[in-house]
């Protein structure tokens, strides 16, 4: 074989190699297969905000009942409603056990999101659910944390909307990240699903 076709041959084979070592590596680093891609550490952590009702809530709350988290705003036009709504019926759908879960509505538009606003707001939504708003520095820890995208977007007319992540968290009696909760099946699927972390 001219030498020519040789060199090429070697960088694929190297780099294929080098793909199954990586592959592997990662395999053993993840304790072998059927867990998530993310690590269960990579999302969460500590905190203390302030629900609507102004009691504390921290990270700590998390622990000994599955918990559902969607961050978002009051001002929110169309998607936070909707996943509120959404979650409201999985939470009816739970029936008595809608007790044994937490649900948290936590703001990322500190600056028009205080604990009335938010109490206001959550009103129209299953009694469940609780807001969690605090200082802007305070939020801004807890987006990073839980690897949430939020961005103020100026509107014409000098107001302001936000850009944000808008998936629903399921932390399991941990507080450990699980997966992103999927409110894209009926009420029932999903309460079925939620209940097998009670």
């Known amino acids: 074989m001219p030498s020519n076709a040789i060199r ?9 190699l080098s793909l199954v070592i990586g592959l592997a590596g990662m395999f053993l680093v993840m304790g072998g297969g059927g867990r998530n891609i993310a690590a269960p550490a990579a999302i969460g952590g500590p905190f203390q905000l302030t629900d609507q009702s102004g009691a504390v809530v921290t990270e700590k709350s998390l622990e000994g009942r599955p918990s559902l988290i969607f ?14 709504f959404e979650i409201s019926e999985v939470l009816r759908a739970m029936g008595t056990d809608a007790d044994r879960v937490n ?13 009335a606003t ?13 807001g969690l708003t605090g200082d802007p520095e305070v939020l801004a820890k ?12 100026p509107l014409k007319d000098g107001d302001y909307t936000m850009d944000h992540t808008a998936l629903v968290y399921l932390m399991d009696r941990n507080g ?16 079925s699903d939620l209940k097998k972390y009670l």
């Open 103 to 115: 649900a948290y509505f936590v703001s990322v538009d500190p600056e028009r999101d205080n604990p």
């Open 176 to 191: 450990r990240f699980v997966a992103p909760f999927n409110l894209k099946r009926t009420p029932e699927e999903a309460a």
């Open 8 to 16: 090429p041959l070697v960088i694929v084979g190297a780099f294929a």
């Open 71 to 84: 961050f978002g705003f009051t001002h929110c036009p169309d998607v936070c409603p909707t996943s509120l």
């Open 118 to 130: 938010m109490k206001d707001y959550l009103s129209s939504f299953d009694p469940h659910l609780k």
């Open 142 to 153: 807890v987006l990073t944390e839980y690897r949430v995208y939020a961005k103020k977007v």
